[in-house]
């Protein structure tokens, strides 16, 4: 089962590499909170599709895999994560706002259901919105509902929830178009923390994406670790959405 499991996280988590990567300005001078999500929110993300392509390693305590991912978003709709290794397609994930659906090849099983089984394993709450954001370089929450202290950090600019000392929120910001740098949830209490980080950002059509990112997860049973890097990414193409599993696959659930 954790074979099948770092599969699906795998699946459920993963510019173009001639792109001119975006410059990185420091942080010099203290701003407020208020401009720094301002700020954040001000980058154009109006895409109706985004279609990357991309190539993923998969590490955790107990196995090691690098395999290709084509990732399509239907914005705020429908991603659909395909897994390939040596060109086979090994597993694939259908991922609404209301449903999680994915099935892999190597033990022919098949998962239908919500957020909630996923989420635990992680160990931290999962939905639609933050998988897309992750993928985009977005905040993971709507930083409009919350309240933060800022401060100065590796010369980013560092936001840090103050709402809820039982689980610490923190989002690192470029100076100059409060781009995300990394973001981090931890939970200490319970032992559990998920750090998400962009080494950097090109333009695609006038919008900013990252040029991949690294996940980090931790947790009492274990850490895992994924470093994604996008090798193509095209906006606004009309794409197709097909799912549906193998006959013969058995159902899993997640307890």
Not at 35 to 59: P, Q, V
Not at 169 to 182: L, Q, V
Not at 214 to 228: L, R
């Amino acid at each position: 089962m954790n074979k099948c499991m770092g599969l699906v996280f795998l699946v459920l988590i993963v510019s173009c590499k001639s792109k001119a990567l975006l410059a990185v300005a420091g942080a010099t001078k203290k701003v407020t909170a208020e401009k720094i999500i301002e700020g954040h929110y001000a980058n154009n993300s109006d895409f109706s599709t985004l279609y990357i392509k991309s190539t993923a390693h998969y590490e955790d305590s107990k196995q090691s895999q690098n395999v290709t991912a084509e990732i399509k978003i239907k914005k705020d709709e429908v991603i659909l994560i395909s897994i390939r290794f040596l060109g086979i397609t090994m597993a694939k994930a259908l991922i609404t706002p209301t449903a999680v659906k994915y099935y892999e090849k190597l033990n022919g099983k098949y998962f239908e259901g919500n957020y909630a089984a996923l989420s635990q394993w992680l160990g931290t709450d999962l939905d639609f919105r933050k998988l897309q954001s992750i993928l985009i370089g977005a905040a993971f929450e709507d930083l409009k509902k919350g309240k933060y202290t800022t401060t100065i950090e590796d010369n980013w600019y560092k936001l840090q929830n103050t709402g809820d000392p039982k689980t610490l929120k923190s989002y690192f910001f470029e100076a100059d178009n409060f781009r995300i740098k990394k973001q981090q949830i931890v939970q200490s209490e319970s032992q559990r923390a998920l750090l998400v980080s962009y080494p950097n950002y090109a333009n695609y059509n006038a919008i900013a994406l990252p040029t991949g990112l690294v996940i980090e997860a931790s947790q009492k049973k274990g850490n895992t670790n994924i470093n994604i890097d996008y090798n193509t990414v095209s906006l606004n193409e009309e794409l197709s959405f097909p799912y549906s599993v193998p006959e013969g696959y058995e159902r899993i659930f997640i307890n």
